[in-house]
Structures are given as structure tokens and as C-alpha cells.
């Protein structure tokens, strides 16, 4: 196992340092911005599908492509934002990455169709790609190592505070604007953010940061979209044995095989594959990855089982995901406390168990479950989920020098970003198709067209129901039937994949804090003295 990378000495202007709490709170607010956009989306989710003027009728697969576009440039650019970021300065970086994300949401506000949406979100990932590496890389350069956990915890918990203000927001938006408010209300943040960040927030840069890799950038983003889209598509047809799904996916994962290898030989990669070669490293990425896997795709059925089945509105839904964000702030910051007693192997396997049984509960949930389970089993998720972003993030962060905090948080959100998109993809495939197989049955007196579109999503037959007036209410329960039937099955694959993740890290996180174990190392060292 590979000792975190120690830093001698303080490097860190006594300026700098003074206001180094209120430079957090900024980059907070850019953190802030990036993940509210995600969280205010998936209460909009049903108002967009639906019929103009209401929404733009998006389908399902449209609707994961507006997530899975922003996701994907996000995820594709974050190698070389990090090494730009290294590389330029991380804060010219954030300022232009605010910028782009502003001008992509003031656009995706008035987008006329489901492709202009999905246009524009690809325009804010693109912008994001830039903000997210560089606050963390910020964070890493105007805190010394001992405060870095604290500060890291305090950053974490603004995720917890965007997944409460977020669905609140949209709700609140949704009840009284139209869905392009959502949108929008990133322009007067962003504008903030850039203000407060020319004033406060110092620039960095590594001394020696490489050269960039548009090679490597162009393969990663083709593999992964080739690869979300397969698996998109297989949804959408119920058919993953179709020669076009089983083409694409193939081809998205062989073009990702050939960037592994291009990397591997590049003297100038976008990721430095020798970073891999640490297995606490390692195994942190891929936690990351299987946890959001899990909790991107349940996010994405949880709306429409809370509006669809349960009649919520998007305010009620936004109110009721507040415990999961409670729990997030609440216990981010002090999830070093049960690390620094019980390690970093036993914190982390513990909340990734947790993890799984909250997924797993959602297979219990039926259309009259009393509410107050919902928020139970809402409250435990984020409270699992502060015990392993937190120690996770220090882990991941300690592993290698300052110098390199773009490349390693660029790391990290790639593949939380890759592993959500994935969840959402494969998660909502599987939805899709037993959604499919499920309500199919029903919808034989439907003509041909129609009743492909209605077998869909929820939403399709809902709405093919409705404008079907009193013939068609005899859909509404089978519809029902068959998402609840479809939701209980993503949500035992989601726990499946949870406890894939209490695995890896059981068996190749640290079992204790590092600051104890470079305690017993200097012991050890001044006893054989």
C-alpha cells in the first residue's frame, strides 16, 4: 500500500491564509451552482415531459439524455480541465468555466425542443467540467494538510446543502414560472460567483503541469458516449440483444480500451495511469463510481414514484428529499470523527452497507406506503452518504502532492460523473424495459405507433391516458402496477451494485486515519534511532 504523499512545510502565503474560510464559502457557492443544476433537474424531470406548452414531451430516453449530455462532456473534459487548471491557474479556470455555464443555462431556458436541450446541457457540462476540479484543487493550495480533512468535510457538505436547496427551488419555480426557471436561475448565482471569486480567491498552478492530451480527450468522450448510448438505446427498445445496442457498446467500450492503452504510452496523458498503481487510490476511484452508479439511478425513479404514483407535486417532491439533504450537512463535516476512531476501511464499508439497504428498501415500496418510510430511508441514504464522500475525498486528495490537486480531483469527479451516468443509463434501461415488458399487455388495443411511445415510461401511458379521456383510465392502475413492479427490480440491482462497492473498499481501504498510521511511522523511526 502506497503512503499518502506528505508536504513539507508551509508553502501557503500568510494572506492567503487569513482569508482561507471565506475562499471555502466561494468555492462553495461555484460548487454549489453545478450540483444545484443536477438536483433542481430531476424534480423537473416530469414537468419537461410532458406535452407543450406545459413541458417539451420528452420521452424517457430523451429526458436521460438531457442528464446524460451534461454528464458526459462533464465527465469526458475533466481530464484535461484538471491539467488546464494545473496548468494555466486554477482560478483564470474557474472564471471561465462559470462563465461558460452561465451562458449554457441562460440557453437551456428558452430551449424550443428536447434536442436544444440537450444541445444547450452539453454547453453547461462543458462549463462545469472546468468549475468542479478546480475548487477542489483551490481548496487543496490555501489549506495546510491538518485543516484539509476539516475543509474537505465542509466542502462535501455543500453537496448535502445544493441537494436540499435544489429540489426546494425547482418546486418552488415549477409552481409558480415555467420549466425554463430552472435554468435560469443559475445566471444570477453564477454572476455572484464570479464576483466574489476575482475579489477573494488567490490563483495557483503546477510548476510542472504536462502537456495537453486532445487525443486522449477525443477517445474518452466517443467511448463514453457510445457506451451510455448503447445502453440508452436498449432501454428504449427493450432489446439488448439488438445488433445496433450490441454494436455501439462494443464499439464505446473498445474505443475506451484504446484510450487506456494510448494513455499508458502517451509521455503527455491526460490521466497518469501510474496513479493507479496505488491501491488505496484505486480502490477510492472505484468506490466513488459504484456509489454514485447506485444513487444516480435510484435518484432518477425516486421523482417518478413520488409524482407519477404518489401525486406529489415538484414542491412536495423537492420538501421531501430534505432529509436526505439534512443528513449531508449534518454529518459531512464530522464524518472525520468516526474516521479518526474507527479508520477510514470501517467508516466507509459501514455507510456503503447502509447504502444498500436503503436502496434495497425502495423494492418494499408500494403506491400506499406511509411517507414517513420514504423520509426514513431518505435520511439514512445521506447520512451514508457524508461517511463516504467525506473520507473518500481526503483519501483520494492526500495520495498525491499538492502540485498535482487539479489532476486528482479532475480524477475523482470523472469517474463519480462516468459512474452516475452509467447508473442512470443502465439503471433506467432496466426500469424502461421491465416498465415495458410489464404494462405491454395492456396497451393491445392501442393503435401500433401509439402504443410503442405509451410503453415507454409512466409518464407515456399517463399521458396517452389522458388525452384517451375516460377509455382511458383503465391504464392508470396497470401503469401503476407496472412501474412500481420495474422500480422494485432497478432498486435491487442498485443495491446489488452497493454492495459490490462495501466489497472494495473492505478489502483494500486503510484500516486506520493516515495521520495515525504517520504517527507509528515517525515512532517506530526515532526508536530505531
Do not use: C
Not at 467540467?129 to 494538510?145: G, I, K, Q, S
Not at 497518469?272 to 491501491?279: G, L, S
Not at 476501511?345 to 447502509?354: H, I, P, S, V, Y
Not at 401503476?480 to 466489497?503: E, K, Y
Amino acid at each position: 500500500m502506497t503512503s499518502p504523499v506528505p508536504d513539507t512545510g508551509s508553502r501557503i502565503p500568510e494572506a492567503v491564509h487569513r482569508r482561507r474560510w471565506a475562499i471555502l464559502g466561494v468555492l462553495m457557492l461555484s460548487l454549489l451552482i453545478v450540483v444545484l443544476d443536477n438536483s433542481i433537474l430531476n424534480v423537473a424531470i416530469k414537468t419537461i415531459s410532458t406535452p407543450a406548452p406545459t413541458g417539451l414531451g420528452a420521452t424517457q430516453s430523451e429526458l436521460e439524455w438531457a442528464i446524460n449530455a451534461y454528464t458526459l462532456v462533464f465527465a469526458g473534459l475533466l481530464f484535461s480541465a484538471g491539467i488546464l487548471g494545473d496548468r494555466l491557474g486554477r482560478k483564470k479556470v474557474l472564471l471561465g468555466g462559470l462563465a461558460v455555464f452561465g451562458i449554457g443555462s441562460a440557453l437551456a431556458a428558452f430551449s424550443g425542443s428536447p434536442g436544444e436541450l440537450i444541445t444547450f446541457r452539453a454547453v453547461m457540462g462543458l462549463g462545469a467540467a472546468f468549475v468542479m476540479p478546480a475548487t477542489l484543487a483551490v481548496l487543496m493550495n490555501v489549506f495546510e494538510r491538518d485543516e484539509q480533512p476539516k475543509a474537505i468535510g465542509i466542502w462535501a457538505g455543500g453537496v448535502g446543502l445544493a441537494i436540499a436547496i435544489g429540489p426546494i427551488t425547482g418546486g418552488l419555480l415549477l409552481d409558480h414560472f415555467w420549466w425554463g426557471s430552472v435554468f435560469l436561475i443559475n445566471v444570477p448565482i453564477v454572476l455572484l460567483a464570479l464576483g466574489l471569486m476575482l475579489w477573494l480567491v488567490p490563483d495557483s498552478r503546477d510548476p510542472n503541469p504536462g502537456r495537453i492530451d486532445p487525443i486522449g480527450v477525443v477517445l474518452s468522450v466517443v467511448g463514453l458516449v457510445l457506451l451510455v448510448y448503447g445502453i440508452i438505446k436498449g432501454g428504449q427498445l427493450a432489446d439488448f440483444t439488438d445488433v445496433t445496442v450490441l454494436a455501439t457498446i462494443g464499439a464505446g467500450l473498445a474505443v475506451l480500451a484504446a484510450f487506456v492503452v494510448f494513455e499508458k504510452r502517451s509521455d503527455h496523458p491526460s490521466v497518469d495511469i501510474t496513479y493507479f498503481r496505488n491501491k488505496v487510490f484505486s480502490a477510492a476511484i472505484g468506490v466513488i463510481a459504484l456509489v454514485f452508479f447506485a444513487l444516480m439511478g435510484v435518484t432518477f425513479f425516486s421523482v417518478f414514484y413520488t409524482q407519477s404514483v404518489r401525486g406529489y407535486s415538484p414542491l412536495e417532491t423537492g420538501l421531501l428529499m430534505l432529509p436526505l439533504a439534512a443528513a449531508q450537512m449534518i454529518f459531512a463535516p464530522r464524518a472525520r470523527l468516526l474516521v479518526d476512531r474507527f479508520g477510514n476501511r470501517a467508516t466507509t464499508t459501514g455507510a456503503m452497507l447502509l447504502i444498500a439497504l436503503t436502496l434495497a428498501a425502495f423494492a418494499t415500496f408500494e403506491a400506499d406506503t406511509p411517507i414517513w418510510l420514504l423520509e426514513v430511508v431518505f435520511f439514512l441514504m445521506g447520512a451514508a452518504m457524508a461517511h463516504i464522500m467525506t473520507p473518500i475525498s481526503v483519501v483520494i486528495m492526500q495520495a498525491l502532492p499538492r502540485e498535482k490537486a487539479g489532476s486528482a480531483s479532475a480524477l475523482s469527479n470523472t469517474f463519480r460523473q462516468v459512474g452516475g451516468a452509467l447508473g442512470i443509463a443502465v439503471l433506467g434501461s432496466v426500469l424502461s424495459t421491465a416498465y415495458r415488458n410489464g404494462i405491454e399487455d395492456r396497451l393491445g388495443a392501442l393503435p401500433a405507433g401509439v402504443r410503442h411511445t405509451a410503453g415507454e415510461s409512466i409518464e407515456a401511458t399517463l399521458g396517452v391516458a389522458d388525452r384517451l379521456g375516460p377509455r382511458g383510465e383503465a391504464l392508470i392502475g396497470p401503469a401503476h402496477d407496472a412501474f412500481l413492479h420495474a422500480m422494485h427490480i432497478t432498486a435491487l440491482w442498485g443495491a446489488g451494485i452497493a454492495v459490490l462497492g462495501a466489497v472494495v473498499v473492505a478489502l483494500f481501504l486503510p484500516g486506520r486515519p493516515a495521520a495515525a498510521q504517520k504517527s507509528e511511522e515517525e515512532q517506530e523511526l526515532v526508536a530505531s534511532e
